[in-house]
């Protein structure tokens, strides 16, 4: 069946640290991929997505490309603030509405 | 942009008695909801899949007994933990597909004492 592994946290990085968030997936046919961040207290928002292999999705600093070779949507940042720390899901999409998430990774960036 | 409220966004309550937690689509209609059940450090699990003005879809697994789900207008869905156990405290969130995209509620902390 169609799954989505994510790196485990906590990741604690410096502010304006290098990110990255790995995350892979198994899943049939073309799935759309995305990133979700959590902030404390609140809900769950987009972050980026990408719909097909070699897309790459971007949005307030961040971006995954879309790797169908080697089944991977890594999300990276180049220059942490303090404000990133959240909890970022990586999740897919194949068909219909149902999204299938990852464990979700903590970020903690330190000032 | 699309919101959804989701309420209480904690709750504690001893083991046997019912909890409902509500979402509300505040300024779109949603005619599809979607419940997510999550364990510490684990995915969030689809749960259950509410259409207004109809039965809900539940995951396998899922008791839909156990977890009522109400979608009786186009800005409200409801889940209801019946006879709540300790094994049942877990975070509990919703979603609304409004525009292409996703639209989460903040989320529900149940623990059941």
């Known amino acids: 069946g169609n799954s989505v592994t994510q790196m485990e946290g906590p990741v604690t990085l410096s502010e304006e640290a290098f990110l990255t968030i790995n995350c892979t997936y198994t899943a049939t046919g073309y799935p759309s991929l995305f990133w979700y961040v959590q902030y404390p207290g609140e809900g769950l928002q987009l972050l980026l997505k990408?719909?097909?292999?070699?897309d790459k999705g971007s949005n307030k600093g961040f971006e995954a490309t879309y790797r169908k070779e080697t089944t991977s949507f890594h999300l990276e940042k180049g220059s942490v603030q303090v404000s990133d720390s959240a909890v970022y899901f990586c999740a897919l999409r194949a068909g219909g509405f149902k999204t299938i998430f990852g464990a979700g990774t903590r970020l903690f960036v330190k000032a | 942009g699309a919101v959804v409220s989701q309420h209480p966004s904690w709750v504690i309550c001893k083991s046997g008695t019912s909890v409902k937690i509500e979402c509300r689509s505040l300024d779109f209609q949603a005619t599809t909801m979607f419940w997510y059940r999550q364990f510490p450090k684990q995915s969030l699990m689809l749960m259950a899949t509410s259409n207004e003005g109809s039965k809900a879809t539940y995951e396998q697994g899922v008791e839909k007994d156990k977890f009522l789900i109400n979608h009786a207008s186009l800005t409200l869905s409801t889940l209801t933990v019946t006879s709540a156990h300790p094994e049942d405290s877990s975070f509990y969130i919703c979603?609304?597909?409004?525009?292409?995209?996703?639209?989460f509620g903040s989320g529900t902390r149940l623990t059941v004492v």
């Open positions: 990408a719909t097909k292999a070699d």
């Open positions: 979603s609304a597909w409004t525009d292409g995209g996703y639209t």
